[in-house]
């Protein structure tokens, strides 16, 4: 395992959870899962081996942003490939080619800024015009490609979609930005951490990116902040999703998706973001028991807000 995926020395290592208690975490989750007023699904399996725990794990759910972790893998192959350049600059496209979001929509048109900036942007604050940008210059049909590539039959970019293609319209019209599957997604976010899609340097620049998260407030926020959560969420009206590589005493990858959603409302307590936030510290305390979290005292109060306006991220 390259050196990037390897546990934060100030907790303590554990043992692997044995299968009775995967099936327990299983359990707890799913018990958690039936209070949800809406669809859920999850998939949790450990970094290191396969052991796992799942629900409607193969079911197709809107990915909302968290698709924007396959746009970043395709960015990463194409520099690795030398097709495009880390430094490349790409404009600020004009008004009428951006989507509300923090930051690049208040950025002046024409401004250039790398494709460094754009992936960071796109990954870490969710940046709608970022992905926009890397979507015209990487392409929804490379993207899609790779995606079958690599064997994932479920998972796809939607946004920019050929218009020859009927299927992949079709698709959009049900799901939106993208479609995947609990298990798909913590594959590709595994697939990662193991360096399995693309070179050392890249895996680990893609790793420390989607630890520089400014969301954090679903999976990572509970965790303990020293154990490195890289995690990318998506968030549309009715669909909240969430997923993350834990490298803490058992390390894992986790991906939890909604839909149907009963309660649309934006903000951190609405009801979907609090089951995944809560979904979450059931894993963690069963993957690193003595591990103990618990957020301080009006930790709710400074949870990230997305620059004051509402959107979809």
Request: net charge negative.
């Amino acid at each position: 395992m390259a050196h990037y995926a390897q546990r934060p020395a100030i907790i303590r290592p554990m043992a692997h959870l044995e299968e009775a208690g995967w099936q327990a975490l299983a359990e707890e989750l799913n018990a958690h899962a039936e209070r949800l007023r809406g669809t859920a699904g999850f998939w949790v399996e450990e970094l290191r081996g396969a052991r796992s725990a799942g629900r409607l794990a193969d079911r197709p759910f809107p990915t909302a942003s968290t698709i924007k972790t396959a746009l970043m893998v395709a960015v990463l192959r194409e520099v690795e490939a030398g097709r495009m350049a880390w430094t490349e600059t790409l404009p600020v496209p004009p008004p009428d080619r951006r989507e509300l979001s923090p930051w690049s929509w208040f950025f002046p048109e024409g401004q250039p800024i790398d494709v460094d900036g754009w992936v960071n942007l796109m990954i870490g604050y969710s940046d709608n015009t970022a992905t926009i940008v890397l979507r015209d210059r990487v392409g929804t049909e490379t993207i899609n490609r790779m995606l079958e590539e690599l064997g994932f039959r479920h998972t796809r970019f939607l946004s920019g979609t050929p218009p020859d293609s009927a299927m992949l319209a079709e698709l959009r019209a049900t799901f939106g930005l993208g479609v995947t599957t609990p298990r798909e997604m913590a594959r590709l976010l595994k697939g990662i951490a193991l360096g399995h899609w693309a070179g050392p340097a890249a895996s680990e620049r893609m790793v420390r990116i989607l630890s520089h998260q400014y969301w954090d407030n679903l999976i990572a926020s509970a965790v303990p902040p020293c154990v490195l959560c890289a995690s990318k969420s998506g968030f549309v009206a009715s669909s909240r999703s969430d997923t993350a590589i834990v490298f803490g005493p058992t390390p894992y990858v986790a991906a939890f998706y909604t839909s149907d959603l009963c309660d649309r409302s934006w903000g951190p307590n609405n009801e979907a973001v609090r089951w995944i936030r809560e979904a979450s510290g059931i894993v963690w305390r069963r993957l690193a028991p003595e591990a103990h979290y618990e957020p301080p005292p009006g930790w709710d109060r400074l949870l990230p807000r997305g620059g004051g306006f509402d959107e979809e991220v």
